[in-house]
Nanobody, 123 residues
């Protein structure tokens, strides 16, 4: 059983920045970030492999979001810059137990999920 604790998020004006954090129990795993806006399906945002060697971003956030990890703290960060109102959603982190270094953008590949945190970007 892997437990994930998310923090960060909140309300910010368009163009602003926020940081999300995802702390996992146990060893380092590949971590993905997903988001779900009201009335929409959950969508992939970003991925980082267990060793930090592979990162991957959805086209919608590429160049604005940065994923990183601190394995000493078993924490993954998602730095979100130049936020837009369309970034408003509940953001979830998730772990992939398979320890693959290949980018994982499908929610089906993830085994445990965080509790979600709200990000609201006002125009």
């Amino acid at each position: 059983q892997v437990q994930l604790v998310q923090s960060g998020g909140g309300l910010v004006q368009a163009g602003g920045s926020l940081r999300l954090s995802c702390a996992a129990s146990g060893r380092a795993y590949g971590v993905g970030w997903f988001r779900q806006a009201p009335g929409k399906e959950r969508e992939f945002v970003s991925f980082i492999s267990w060793n930090g060697g592979t990162t991957h971003y959805a086209d919608s956030v590429k160049g604005r979001f940065t994923i990183s990890r601190d394995n000493a703290k078993n924490t993954v960060l998602l730095e979100m810059n130049s936020l837009k109102p369309e970034d408003t959603a509940v953001y979830y982190c998730a772990v992939d137990l398979a320890l693959t270094i290949l980018p994982q953008s499908s929610a089906e590949n993830y085994d445990y999920w965080g509790q979600g945190t709200q990000v609201t970007v006002s125009s």
